[in-house]
């Protein structure tokens, strides 16, 4: 995700310069030398020289050559080095689950997918991301460098203790203590776990380096999306923000929900909805890949499915336009591969219900990240996180009791 130097160069609100402030500033890409440092900053010099000294020690500050000399001797230069750490990031679907090694700007090293269904239970599952990523890591040049790892899981996640709630496709995890699992089994304290739909929106906002505001909808076996307002994820005050899914859609009516509740989008408009309404007309189609195979086909029917399942979320999106003002709505999940067909409904009730002063710059997008979103997502979930000012200062400081 865009490293903001603006932010970066200034003081933080405490009035306190940590390292891990001058870190944010060393963090957005070019070299710097310590005068340069001192003169951004107003730190005295010998207050750089030390901070500096600390970053350097860590490995993720290296030199990297001398700045052009005016006369005298030239000034050493420093800069981030993202190859310091690795990051394992854990996409966890319905059915498969991919692990992949990556580095601290999510540049992919290497990587482990298996065919295995979430329901195979949280031993399982989570037994194999442990087992790759000790693979991984074994494999590549600084196994004992993980700096965390993020995990992506198809259902309502507890943020703050990563824990599964109630998720109505896992049997069995309701409440498992991924966390302690995952830091029993892998050589890291930092573990972070999300539901997928937010994991991915981290992730496609990676590919909309200029955008702060950003909906990100999945739309597969079921509906979510994922909120990015000022560059933020909102995950609002319990976790459910974005949960589309389960808003009620004039046409549903009392259609019954995998939720329990009738009336939902989820019901009428997700892939497995659609498969289920084209199977009744006569059409083979028991799965959101044969709505796929048949719609890449060109199959009339399932084509004129598809765009009203897309007029039905955006009946839902345009009263989420309303109210977030988002400058980009991006459709992805399994269903974005055939996603224009959806996005010209989507655009269709969109472009109509909204204010022209919401829609005039607004986009409605197919997924740049593709099936890379959730991996790209864990992967900077955990970057954001042992990156930030707090996350160097604790590692320094742990360094420091050493």
């Not at 750089?48 to 490995?59: F, H, Q």
């Not at 259902?155 to 309701?174: L, S």
């Not at 200029?210 to 000022?230: C, E, H, N, R």
């Not at 979320?313 to 003002?325: D, K, M, R, S």
Request: glycine fraction near 12%.
């Amino acid at each position: 995700m865009r490293d903001d130097l603006t932010k970066g160069e200034q003081p933080p609100a405490t009035g306190v310069f940590r390292a891990g402030d001058l870190f944010q500033i060393l963090r957005a890409g070019r070299p710097w030398t310590r005068a340069e440092l001192a003169t951004t900053t107003g730190l005295s010099r010998s207050s750089v020289v030390g901070k500096v000294e600390r970053l350097l020690r860590s490995g993720l500050v290296v030199p990297v050559g001398e700045a052009q000399s005016s006369g005298g001797r030239p000034a050493s230069r420093f800069a981030f080095d993202p190859q310091a750490r690795t990051v394992l990031a854990a996409g966890i679907g319905a059915s498969h689950v991919r692990v992949t090694l990556t580095d601290l700007k999510g540049h992919v090293l290497a990587e482990e997918c298996e065919p295995l269904p979430v329901t195979a239970g949280p031993d399982v599952v989570l037994g194999f991301v442990a087992d790759a990523g000790k693979r991984l890591l074994a494999e590549s040049d600084r196994p004992e460098n993980l700096a965390g790892v993020g995990i992506g899981l198809p259902g309502p996640v507890q943020h703050i203790t990563g824990r599964p709630v109630k998720p109505p496709i896992m049997p069995g995890w309701d409440d498992f203590d991924v966390v302690g699992f995952v830091r029993g089994s892998l050589p890291t304290r930092v573990v972070l776990v999300d539901n997928d739909v937010n994991i991915m929106a981290i992730g496609e906002r990676w590919f909309w380096p200029d955008v702060d505001d950003l909906l990100f909808i999945k739309v597969a076996t079921g509906i979510g999306s994922g909120v990015i307002s000022s560059g933020q994820l909102q995950r609002g005050a319990d976790g459910t923000a974005g949960d589309i899914g389960h808003v009620r859609s004039a046409r549903a009516q009392d259609i019954v929900c995998r939720c329990g509740n009738t009336g939902c989008l989820e019901a009428i408009a997700s892939g497995a909805a659609v498969a289920r309404s084209l199977s009744a007309q006569g059409l083979d189609t028991k799965s959101t890949v044969d709505v796929i195979t048949l719609a890449a086909n060109g199959d009339t029917a399932v084509i004129q499915a598809l765009r009203q399942a897309g007029r039905d979320i955006g009946e839902v999106l345009a009263t989420c336009v309303n109210l977030l003002n988002p400058r980009v709505v991006v459709i992805g999940g399994a269903m974005a591969a055939v996603g224009e067909h959806l996005a010209a409904g989507v655009r269709e009730v969109v472009y109509q219900r909204s204010p022209p002063l919401a829609t005039t710059n607004l986009r409605i997008s197919l997924s740049r990240a593709g099936e890379r979103a959730a991996i790209m997502g864990a992967s900077q979930l955990v970057c954001q996180h042992v990156l930030s000012p707090e996350g160097i200062e604790a590692e320094l400081t742990g360094a420091d009791a050493e």
